[in-house]
């Protein structure tokens, strides 16, 4: 199963999250090791014993072989970072790309839903203009039947309004009064 883009980034956002906590503990320990150094080269932290010379050269070797841990554990934090960052931005490119894909096919339908009711009000149109037209015949018809003395049909309900607008309107409100919309 393709994971979204989102749940990649997530994922790598928690891998980097570990990974620099990692960091941090590292930084912590080298940091730690580092005062230890610097307290044991200091006055207070020698050792009357110990001649002050050689210790205060191994503690300077020792500092410098901790400065540089700790520009390579930076150095690599840096490079990690370089490499995450790139691949972030094409995952949120690629969730960019999948949401505006999303929004052009909601887009179309909903367009595509424009066009059925434009073709349905054009339809009630051509509907509105056959009722007229078959009311009126039905008139005549009507007419014929009471000269030759005959009970004339029952028209169905009349569409009183002039305005195709207005007809729909009064339609609209029949159903909604009938609890059909």
Do not use: W
């Not at 050792?47 to 002050?52: E, H, I, L, M």
């Not at 309900?157 to 159903?175: C, T």
Request: with cysteine.
């Amino acid at each position: 199963m393709e994971q979204k883009p989102t749940e990649h980034l997530r994922e790598l956002m928690q891998q980097q999250g570990k990974v620099t906590e990692k960091f941090a503990s590292l930084e912590s320990a080298l940091n730690a090791i580092r005062e230890n150094l610097s307290a044991a080269s200091s006055p207070q932290g020698m050792n009357n014993t110990v001649p002050q010379v050689g210790m205060t050269e191994n503690s300077v070797n020792e500092e410098q072989i901790y400065d540089r841990l700790f520009r390579a554990l930076q150095d690599m934090k840096a490079q990690i970072e370089e490499r995450i960052r790139p691949v972030a931005e094409q995952v949120v490119q690629a969730e960019v790309e999948r949401l505006r894909d999303l929004s052009q096919r909601q887009k179309n339908a909903l367009e595509e839903c424009l066009t059925q009711i434009d073709r349905s009000i054009l339809g009630c149109r051509t509907h509105v203009s056959a009722y007229r037209e078959r009311r009126s015949d039905l008139v005549a018809v009507n007419q014929q039947l009471t000269k030759l003395g005959a009970e004339p049909m029952p028209f169905p309900e009349e569409v009183s309004a002039a305005d195709f607008e207005d007809i729909i309107k009064a339609r609209v409100a029949g159903l909604q009064s009938e609890g059909k919309i």
